[in-house]
C-alpha cells in the first residue's frame, strides 16, 4: 500500500495509440506518500504489464529488446525491488538466436491480472499456433515449463451452463487444416463447417482473414463465423506468415513484404481446400477487417477468382495510412522507412495502386470515427473503384 507500478512512455517518441506497445515503455514507480516519481527501467524497447509478487518485493513484466511491430515477441522479465542498480533477469531471451524449442512459449499481452501462483512460481497465458495454453515457470529456478495446474475456481449457480445462444443440434464444426505455402513454408489455419442440415460439400467458401497481420486465428466459434457457416460457408481463417503463435521468424516473415508472401499463402491454402474437395473453386468470396481488410482489397486487385468481397476499416493505401492513421509506426516498421523513404514500396504494396484491376464486386463498410484506419482510406478506393 505504499506504492504504485505503472508502465509509461515518458520520451518524445510516442503515438497517441491503444493496444499496441512498440515504443519506448518503460515502468515507473510511484511513492504514494510524497508521489516521488522513480524510474524502474530504461531499456531500448518496451517494458510493460507490471504484476507485483505478493510479497511485494519483485515485479514481473513484458519486454522486448526492440522497438517493432506493433505486436511482438515478449519475454518475461523480473525485477528485484529491494536491490540497487541495473538488476532486471529476462526468464529466458525469446529474441535471442537458439536452437530448438524454446524452455517456455512467449506469453501473451497483456499478462494475467493475477499471475503469481505464489511468491516464485508464475502462470502466463501463451499462444501455441492455433490454440491457447497456460505456462508456469518457477522464476528463481529457470526457464523451464513445470507442472502446476490452476486450481478450478466456483461457478456460479446463477450462469448459464453454456452458450445459450448456440443450439447443440446446430453447432458448426471446426477443423484444423494444414498446407504447405508456394515456398514449402508450413501453414495452418481453421475452417468452420456448416453442419449436414444446412449444406454439403464442395461448399461456398468465405475466406476470412484476420487483422494486424501480427493477429492469428484461434477457432470459428465467434458469432460472426456461426452466423456464416449456418448460411451454408465454409469459413476459413488462416494463419499466413506474420501471424502470432509462431514464433519471431514467422512473425517477421511479411515484413517489407505486405502483399506478397502472406497473399500467396491464403491462395495455396484455399487450393488446399479445392482439392480436399471441402470448397467449391466456383464460389469464392472475400470479408476483411482491417489488415484484413487490406487483404481483402489487395486480393480482388490481384486474382478475379472471388465472386464477391467485403472490405471493412480497411488500409488501402500506406501514404494515408501513415499520414491520418494513429499508428505511423506500423507503416514505418511493416514498410521499412518513412513514406519518401520507401517512395515504390508505399506504392506498390498499396492495394489502391492496382485498383484498376478490380472486376469483383466488393462493399466497402468503414466506421466513421475510426482512428486507426481512417475512413479516408475507403472513400479512396471507393472512388477509385467507381
Excluded at 499496441?20 to 510524497?34: H, M, P, Q
Excluded at 486450481?151 to 477443423?175: F, V
Excluded at 470459428?220 to 494463419?239: E, H, K, L, R, Y
Amino acid at each position: 500500500g505504499a506504492f504504485l507500478i505503472v508502465h509509461a512512455n515518458r520520451t518524445t517518441d510516442q503515438e497517441s495509440v491503444r493496444f499496441s506497445i512498440n515504443r519506448n515503455y518503460d515502468l515507473w514507480k510511484i511513492n504514494l506518500g510524497d508521489h516521488r516519481l522513480e524510474q524502474l527501467t530504461a531499456g531500448p524497447g518496451p517494458e510493460f504489464s507490471p504484476r507485483l509478487s505478493p510479497d511485494g518485493r519483485r515485479v514481473a513484466y513484458l519486454s522486448s529488446p526492440r522497438k517493432g511491430p506493433h505486436a511482438d515477441i515478449f519475454n518475461l522479465t523480473v525485477l528485484d525491488l529491494t536491490a540497487t542498480g541495473a538488476n532486471a533477469q529476462v526468464v529466458f531471451d525469446h529474441h535471442a538466436v537458439a536452437a530448438g524449442a524454446p524452455p517456455h512459449l512467449p506469453p501473451a499481452s497483456p499478462l494475467p491480472d493475477r499471475p503469481w501462483r505464489d511468491n516464485h512460481r508464475f502462470a502466463f497465458t501463451a499462444y501455441r499456433g492455433l490454440k491457447t495454453e497456460v505456462q508456469c515457470v518457477d522464476v528463481d529456478r529457470g526457464p523451464q515449463v513445470i507442472n502446476d495446474p490452476p486450481s478450478a475456481t466456483p461457478r456460479s449457480p446463477l450462469l448459464p451452463t453454456g452458450n445459450a445462444a448456440r443450439s447443440p443440434r446446430l453447432a458448426a464444426r471446426d477443423e484444423i487444416v494444414q498446407w504447405k505455402s508456394f515456398d514449402g513454408l508450413g501453414i495452418d489455419g481453421v475452417v468452420t463447417l456448416p453442419p449436414p442440415a444446412i449444406a454439403k460439400p464442395p461448399f461456398k467458401l468465405l475466406v476470412l482473414p484476420h487483422g494486424g497481420p501480427h493477429s492469428r486465428a484461434s477457432g470459428g466459434s465467434g458469432f460472426d463465423t456461426q452466423i456464416f457457416a449456418m448460411n451454408g460457408f465454409a469459413v476459413f481463417q488462416p494463419n499466413f506468415r506474420g501471424s502470432a503463435g509462431y514464433g519471431r521468424a514467422f512473425l517477421d516473415a511479411d515484413r517489407h513484404d505486405l502483399g506478397g508472401g502472406d497473399m500467396r499463402d491464403i491462395l495455396t491454402g484455399i487450393e488446399h481446400l479445392v482439392s480436399k474437395g471441402i470448397a467449391d473453386r466456383e464460389r469464392q468470396f472475400l470479408y476483411g477487417v482491417s489488415y484484413g481488410g487490406y487483404t481483402t482489397a489487395w486480393l480482388v486487385g490481384q486474382t478475379h477468382q472471388f465472386r464477391a468481397a467485403a472490405a471493412q476499416n480497411a488500409v488501402t493505401d500506406m501514404n494515408a495510412m501513415w499520414h491520418l492513421s494513429d499508428l505511423q509506426s506500423w507503416t514505418e516498421w511493416e514498410l521499412g522507412g518513412l513514406p519518401w523513404e520507401v517512395t515504390d514500396r508505399m506504392r506498390k504494396q498499396s492495394p489502391l495502386t492496382h485498383a484498376s484491376n478490380v472486376r469483383t464486386p466488393t462493399l466497402i463498410l468503414n466506421s466513421l470515427n475510426d482512428r486507426r484506419c481512417p475512413i479516408a482510406m475507403g472513400r479512396m478506393f471507393y472512388r477509385a473503384l467507381k
